[in-house]
Nanobody, 125 residues
Framework: QVQLVESGGGLVQAGGSLRLSCAAS????????MGWFRQAPGKEREFVAA????????YYADSVKGRATISKDNAKNTAALQMNFLKPDDTAVYYC??????????????????WGQGTQVTVSS
């Protein structure tokens, strides 16, 4: 059974940075893509970033492109999302995701198999 545990969220001022981490259990990590989604109150869950199984390919939502970096360590079963120049619009619960067939469409939450419990990111103006 796969379990994903996020950490690193918190309160930060606009313009600041945060590094979100995701620790994964189970045997599927190296054969799975990893992703980050976020959900703000009253809004649907939206794609933020994804990284391929090997870690060689990365994908970003336009809203975070140039400000976010996703990474994956297959030796440690961890993934991370570095967010810089944070804006109040980045305020949301951030979820880590794992999927073996997520390359069918990284942007679609339905293509991901496992989800973490989420970590809150609040950006004050």
């Amino acid at each position: 059974q796969v379990q994903l545990v996020e950490s690193g969220g918190g309160l930060v001022q606009a313009g600041g940075s945060l590094r979100l981490s995701c620790a994964a259990s189970g045997q599927l990590f190296s054969s799975s893509a990893m992703g980050w989604f976020r959900q703000a109150p009253g809004k649907e869950r939206e794609f933020v970033a994804a990284i391929s199984r090997s870690g060689s390919l990365t994908y970003y939502a336009d809203s975070v492109k140039g400000r976010a970096t996703i990474s994956k360590d297959n030796a440690k079963n961890t993934a991370a999302l570095q967010m810089n120049f944070l804006k109040p619009d980045d305020t949301a619960v951030y979820y880590c995701s794992q999927g073996r067939r997520a390359d069918r469409g990284y942007y679609d939450p339905h293509n991901w198999d496992y989800w973490g419990q989420g970590t809150q990111v609040t950006v004050s103006s």
